[in-house]
């Protein structure tokens, strides 16, 4: 079936779309009372973010626009030191679109949210003219436990900075899926609460932390380093990237530390804690290539630079103009 205008009429059609495809797939019991707002029980602190998702192509090696839309709120809330729990999410749906699209999306949201353990409590949908494209926000809400402190503001002299794997893959799966090129790379895209909890359940002393999404890690640690008032190391050789992914950017001239990941975290964390820390990410699941990268060291505050291994070190800015769009 192909969505009309007659879906976001807010009639007897819009409805039946909403209870065949949305309420289905994300049924529990908060959403299904279907009142204007959702009352959930809550806690004294907690995190709240919101993103939008329209990355193209909607389906892609190694996820789509629902899982992604899951992922990208509920990391945000992890990033916070917070425990994910509610997420609502609004469809900004095309004319055209295939509700057999529409059925596998919402699917993929529901199983990804079981995963990442949150609940989908609220939902709205929209249909506007054009050519069968969709796009989608999540607004979630994390509860923070009593006495977290997670700032990119936290990073002090000394500090170990860790990556949990490999750099670039979602980046690459977008590119090669848009360019058509045959690979093995598929997007890393993945929910982050195994990591998270094991680092805090371990005693992990977390100071900082930040998904490495779009502007990639050299953003990332940027803003680290800007915020801290303090220069940050890393070491060229202990990034982990693929073998696919490196050949994949020898071509196209890309640099991984400036690709886009949706499952990959830095972490920060105090120096005596930084081999137990990668122990721990690397037992957790998405975590399997975690390693430490480098550190904050003396030096002109607000800088990233990265060593090389052949002895050299090359401050490395962070991204100036575009980067690839809708990645995400
Ligand atoms: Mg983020």
């Known amino acids: 079936m192909k969505i009309t205008m007659a879906h976001g009429s807010g009639g007897k059609a819009t409805s039946e779309l909403i209870s065949d495809i949305f309420s289905r797939n994300f049924s529990n019991p908060i959403l299904s009372r279907m009142e204007d707002s959702a009352v959930v029980p809550g806690a004294q602190t907690i995190a709240m973010t919101t993103d939008s998702f329209v990355v193209t192509p909607v389906f892609f090696p190694g996820g789509d626009i629902g899982r992604l839309s899951v992922c990208g709120t509920v990391n945000d809330l992890l990033m916070s030191g917070s425990e994910p729990k509610y997420l609502t999410c609004g469809f900004i749906i095309e004319e055209g679109a295939d509700s057999a699209d529409l059925e596998r999306i919402a699917a993929s949201m529901a199983e990804t949210a079981r995963e990442a353990g949150v609940c989908i409590v609220a939902g709205d949908t929209k249909v506007i003219e054009g050519k069968g494209g969709v796009c989608i926000n999540t607004s979630g809400v994390g509860f923070v436990p009593q006495g977290r402190n997670i700032s990119s503001a936290n990073?002090?002299?000394?500090?170990?900075?860790?990556?949990?794997?490999?750099?670039?893959?979602?980046?690459?799966?977008?590119?090669?899926?848009?360019?058509?090129?045959?690979?093995?790379?598929?997007?890393?895209?993945?929910?982050?609460?195994?990591?998270?909890g094991a680092l805090f359940q371990n005693g992990i002393h977390v100071k900082a932390m930040r998904d490495v999404t779009r502007g990639g890690l050299a953003t990332v640690l940027n803003e680290f380093a800007s915020a801290s008032h303090c220069r940050i190391e890393l070491n060229e050789e202990d990034i982990p990237v693929s073998e696919p992914v490196k050949g994949f950017c020898g071509i196209l001239g890309l640099d991984p530390l400036y690709?886009?990941?949706?499952?990959?975290?830095?972490?920060?964390?105090?120096?005596?804690?930084?081999?137990?820390?990668?122990?721990?990410?690397?037992?957790?699941?998405?975590g399997a290539n975690a390693a430490v990268i480098g550190g904050v060291v003396e030096g002109e505050a607000g800088t990233l630079c990265v060593k090389t291994p052949i002895g050299g070190t090359r401050i490395v800015s962070e991204l100036y103009g575009e980067g690839l769009p809708r990645i995400c």
């Open 259 to 286: 690709m886009g990941n949706e499952g990959k975290l830095i972490a920060v964390v105090a120096k005596e804690d930084a081999e137990k820390a990668a122990q721990v990410m690397r037992s957790a699941k998405y």
């Open 155 to 196: 990073c002090e002299l000394g500090d170990a900075v860790l990556l949990s794997g490999y750099l670039g893959e979602h980046h690459a799966a977008i590119l090669s899926s848009r360019m058509g090129i045959e690979n093995q790379i598929q997007s890393d895209c993945a929910p982050l609460g195994e990591i998270v």
